[in-house]
């Protein structure tokens, strides 16, 4: 199981400082998790992420159930013994992707069948299967198979998503058996603030040991995305952890927090690497540009991960050019290594009570305008009260 609690709140806004015990590993949060969809973070060893400060990683349950399958990891004694990752793991549910990957898929109250977009083999899961699959894998937290409506949809569509996804929520609760795993509910709603509260508030109901929000980042705009988190995190409790699926970018995350979220995942690091898209205190650097190929320069003067203090643009474009493999383990190592950093600097300055300068200082590096979306978390206190 696991253990959270809130040690600093922000006094202007809903950011805060906590910590998140597992058997495995103690996380400070607000934290992210970098994604090993089929164990491991591309590219990198568990000693890597380790080394940029990671305690806590995200594997996918869809992808590992394909491929080699959970009742092989289960006999390779779980995934921590078969990836050799000694830190916490979070599996998802394989909802999201199963909705957004499989070539068809027929959604059901009983479960889901879908083809798989590897070999288009046909395969059910239900809320039952998810828990198996997920207790199999061994991670310290799972989560409950949820329905996620593809925006845009109607509001009979995404309804009948939060219906669905209580009452799988109610099926992942009564089938679990391993008491050495703690369980996250999701919570639906699409763009309708009533629903998300709808949803939220039955899915707090159920008792989880956190509470993710789920999909958002799916195509609505940035306004949008934080509008349901402003009527969404309030109804959240505070005494447990509130998980973010799949938001990454900085910006994400700096307004994430801003709104109480605690947990991010997102391939955004892994995958910009991989593609030469390199995160700096001042913007992005494209390394497979022409302009870099005489550069001296470290990625970024001020970054203090060991990519930036061995290798100058030059080398990493040369190596990105030429397609080394090099190339995308270097850019991926510090893409986490600011990831991790920048969470690290907005735990401190939570901590410290200058995260609104923090958030001003970002946006001016940035050179970009803060989003005009409300960071109180605060709601529509009467259209939420209609529910």
């Not at 979070?90 to 889901?112: H, M, N, P, Y």
């Not at 979306?373 to 605060?378: E, K, M, R, T, Y």
Request: charged share 25%; proline share 5%; net charge negative.
């Amino acid at each position: 199981m696991i253990q959270y609690r809130v040690r600093q709140q922000d006094r202007r806004s809903k950011a805060r400082v906590g910590q998140l015990r597992t058997a495995r590993a103690v996380i400070d949060t607000p934290a992210f998790m970098p994604v090993g969809s089929l164990g491991p973070v591309k590219g990198l060893e568990p000693e890597d992420l380790q080394n940029v400060g990671f305690r806590l990683l995200l594997n996918n349950a869809y992808h590992l159930y394909l491929r080699p399958g959970h009742k092989i990891v289960a006999e390779m004694g779980g995934l921590h013994a078969f990836t050799g990752w000694p830190g916490s793991i979070l599996t998802d549910s394989g909802g999201f992707q199963i909705f957004s990957l499989a070539k068809l898929c027929t959604v059901t109250d009983e479960g889901v069948i879908f083809q798989s977009h590897i070999d288009g083999s046909t395969h059910f899961i239900t809320p039952e299967t998810a828990v198996d699959i997920q207790e199999a894998l061994g991670a310290d937290i799972i989560m409950a198979f949820d329905q996620c409506v593809a925006l845009p949809a109607d509001r009979e569509a995404v309804q009948e998503g939060v219906r669905r996804t209580k009452l799988w929520a109610e099926r992942c609760q009564t089938s679990r058996r391993r008491a050495d795993q703690a369980m996250f509910g999701i919570v639906q709603g699409g763009l309708d603030p009533e629903l998300r509260v709808q949803s939220a508030r039955e899915l707090t109901a159920m008792g989880f040991e956190g509470y993710a929000v789920g999909g958002l980042s799916v195509g609505e705009s940035k306004a949008d995305m934080l509008e349901m988190l402003d009527v969404t995190v309030p109804e959240l409790p505070e005494d447990k952890p509130r998980y973010l699926m799949g938001v990454g970018h900085p910006v994400d995350l700096i307004e994430g927090v801003s709104r109480g979220i605690d947990m991010f995942d997102c391939v955004v690091p892994s995958r910009h690497g991989r593609t030469g898209s390199l995160f700096t205190a001042k913007g992005r650097v494209v390394i497979k540009q022409a302009q870099y190929a005489r550069d001296e320069r470290p990625i970024d003067p001020d970054c203090g991960c060991p990519v930036c203090g061995r290798y100058s643009r030059a080398y990493l474009h040369h190596l990105f050019a030429a397609k080394e493999m090099l190339g995308s383990r270097l850019n991926t190592l510090h893409n986490l290594w600011y990831f991790s950093d920048f969470m690290r600097r907005m735990r401190t300055a939570i901590a410290q009570g200058t995260f609104s300068e923090f958030r001003h200082t970002f946006y001016l590096s940035q050179e970009q305008e803060p989003p005009e979306a409300d960071v109180s978390g605060g709601r529509d206190q009467n259209r939420a009260q209609d529910i």
